[in-house]
Nanobody
């Protein structure tokens, strides 16, 4: 059973930066596209960014393009989300998951997520 453990969230002021990490157990990590999602209070979970198995291609939702960067280290079974120029509307619980990179439909049970709060 693959487990996903997200970390790196916290409280940051508008305009600040955070780097999220997601450690995945299991041997399928290096052959899986991975994605980051977020869920704000009272809203549906939405995809934020995706990356192909070897990191050769990425995709972002429009609202984070130019501010967020997804990356991965297959040797460490870890995927990252560098978030810059954070805005209050980025406040949410952030999750990672294996994904279908075309549809961004998640493939595995969800982890506990990591809370990101952007506020002055």
């Amino acid at each position: 059973q693959v487990q996903l453990v997200e970390s790196g969230g916290g409280l940051v002021q508008p305009g600040g930066s955070l780097r999220l990490s997601c450690a995945a157990s299991g041997s399928i990590f290096s052959i899986s596209a991975m994605g980051w999602y977020r869920q704000a209070t009272g809203k549906q979970r939405e995809w934020v960014a995706g990356i192909t198995p070897r990191g050769g291609a990425t995709k972002y939702r429009d609202s984070v393009k130019g501010r967020f960067t997804i990356s991965r280290d297959n040797a460490k079974n870890t995927v990252y989300l560098q978030m810059n120029s954070l805005k209050p509307e980025d406040t949410a619980v952030y999750y990672c998951n294996a994904v279908n990179i075309v549809t961004m439909v998640s493939q595995l049970p969800w982890g506990q997520g990591t809370q990101v709060t952007v506020s002055s």
